[in-house]
């Protein structure tokens, strides 16, 4: 059962909006595939595209290497799951489950039976009686996914199913979804604003922006190879230090940075002396000068704002002396014990932990979002970044 | 304390006022039935009877009134019904410019007094050659009837999350699969209540009736009549015997409603 996905040079706009840039992608069969990108991004657009709410303006989308184009949503082969599950509320969960194939005309002990085996699989086993209103937030979600099963689909799209459920419950079901993935086989297509859910879920992640997707990479590589100060900053929290490119060579680039002078990191991108680029250190790359203490360390000097404590950690904001930014700094428990608001103190970073990537003028995450809050409370697994000075 | 204490029997005096303006009149037209008097009245008292019944049961006339008003509202329905439900699902689920148009005109017969619809569909039909009759009284209430049902339904039908209907396509039904299981049986209460309301309209329906009905006299036109010619307590009983076959219906419709309330095993 071949379950790939090719968006091939898809486009849509609405009226004079462009939704989707031209867009070309691959997904495999069998993948957990996340679509990752703030509200507004075109995310949801692109699922509805596949799903055959919305048909592109141009380009094709081929699911298992058949065209898509003309045929309706009742007749792809793809079930989604809604934000908000769209669970049928006058219908008994065994109802629900049941629906996708009542209307294709299978029997009534084939569907009960199908029904049962999906009840199992979601662990709401002897729970099909029930109203849909008599289960809680969890069972409904499992619910959705039993449903949206039940019709056999090559490909399943997630439109932010967790979004609505508390961290614990949402922690709970990530793994939950990672392990039906991997029992059904099934290509999972995700969309998320939650980095941390895609992260921690997906086998690829597609960043995307403004209509358009800046990358598509495994996690991992996201985080330590972003390629786009999008990326950069969307993706984990990061350190934006603008300037301009002075050398190139091995791997390693260095930029002139008004007021801090010269500092160097990893090469991302295409880059060239004299052209405007950007140097990313993610919070947990600073340290405190005496704990880097080799040479090769590039340090900043920075006045002590605030200092959250969040558990095993603690993040600093601090202000550099030298540019008036501000920077986030994440420490060890013993390294935060010493530091109070108001004192100076003396960062490092490694440069090999820092990346130069091109700044051509294209939105990072911090541009789009506007003056952020400084002494933010958010829970530790939300995007934070540094506002751009 | 004694500010709240005057409140609540201030409350209570209204509410017992209240119920004294609503049902005293209908509580005198019932003892008035049983008076043996040839005025509709209790005073003076000449004596209990039930004589009147029996002249009830016997005015031919009357019963064929009543029965002409039931086929009208039985007519009523059959049009006014799914002209209100496609006007509401319209209204709400189609992308139209003509939206506007379509809604101000089911509502102007709303607008319309009840005298000019029944004089202009009598004009009307009266070209084609078709005279006052039961076939004229339903297409003249149907016109401001279907437009209490739109509203109905559309109240409804704007709480409808619209998901569902994207869920159940999604899930590979045909839209008229996803209209008949997923969206009727969430209009369904609005519906009957439509319906209900519908039907009492019609039932009711006097001035809109008066100019249509032809010699298909409906029961409320026949009641006028007979003031004229003299009301006689006969009246009165026709009164109560439709006042108590009110309160069955809305004892049974509610010892239903309690019993589907009560949560259900499968």
Known sequence: MDGSVILDNVVMRFDDFTAIEPTSLEIRSGEFFSFLGPSGCGKTTLLNIISGFLSPTDGDVRIGNASMRGVPVNHRPTAMIFQNLALFPLMSVYQNIEFG?????????????????????????????????????????????????????RVLL??????????????????????????????????????????????????????RIQQVADPETLYHRPQTGFVATFVGENNRLAGRVIECRDGRATLDI????????????????????????????????????????????????????????????????????????????????????????RFGYDPDNAIVLADDGAPTHDAEMGETPRASSQPAQENRHVPSA | ?????????????????????LFLPLAIMAVATFNDSRFPTITPWNGTTLKWFAELWADGRMWAALGN?????????????????????????????????????????????????????????????ING????????????????????????????????????????????????????????PAILSAAAIAFLQSFENYNTSLFVVGYDTTLTVYLASKVRTGLTPAVNALGLVLILITILIASVYELKRRHELKPKGV
């Open chain 1, 101 to 153: 194939l009542e209307v294709r005309g299978v029997d009534r002990a084939t569907r009960r039976r199908k029904a049962d085996e999906l009840l199992e699989l979601v662990a709401l086993g002897g729970s099909g009686g029930k109203p849909v209103s008599a289960l809680s937030g969890g069972q409904k979600q499992r619910v959705a996914i039993a449903r949206a099963l039940a019709v056999e689909p």
């Open chain 1, 158 to 211: 997630l439109d932010e199913p967790l979004s609505a459920l508390d961290l614990k419950l949402r922690q709970h079901m990530r793994n939950e979804l990672k392990a039906i993935q991997r029992k059904t086989g099934i290509t999972f297509i995700y969309i998320t604003h939650d980095q941390g859910e895609a992260l921690a879920m997906s086998d690829r992640v597609a960043v995307m922006s403004a209509g």
């Open chain 1, 258 to 345: 008004p007021g801090l002078g010269r500092l160097s990191g990893r090469s991302g991108s295409e880059l060239s002396p004299g052209r405007p680029a950007a140097l990313f250190v993610r919070p947990e790359s600073l340290s405190l000068s005496d704990a880097v203490g080799s040479a090769a360390a590039s340090m900043l000097e920075a006045h002590i704002e605030t200092v959250s404590f969040e558990g095993a950690w603690r993040m600093l904001e601090a202000r550099l002396i030298a540019t008036r930014e501000t920077v986030r700094i994440l420490v060890g428990q013993g390294a935060g014990d010493v530091l109070q608001p108001g004192q100076t103190a």
């Open chain 2, 1 to 21: 304390m004694s500010a709240q204490r005057f409140f609540d029997w201030g409350l209570r005096l209204y509410i017992g006022l209240f119920f004294v303006y």
């Open chain 2, 69 to 129: 008003s039931l086929l009208v509202a039985g007519g009523v329905l059959c049009l006014a019904v799914p002209i209100g439900v496609a006007s509401a699902l319209f209204l709400t689920t189609v992308e139209s410019r003509a939206k506007p148009f379509v809604y101000g005109l089911i509502l102007s017969p709303l607008l319309t007094p009840g005298v000019i619809i029944g004089i202009s569909t009598l004009i009307f039909w009266r070209e084609f050659g």
């Open chain 2, 133 to 188: 009759g039961t076939f004229l009284t339903v297409l003249g209430q149907a016109t401001f009837i279907s437009a209490y049902v739109m509203l109905m339904v559309m109240a409804r039908l704007q709480r409808f999350d619209r998901t569902l209907e994207r869920a159940a396509l999604d899930l590979g039904a045909t839209p008229w699969q996803a209209f008949r299981r997923v969206l009727l049986p969430f209009l369904k």
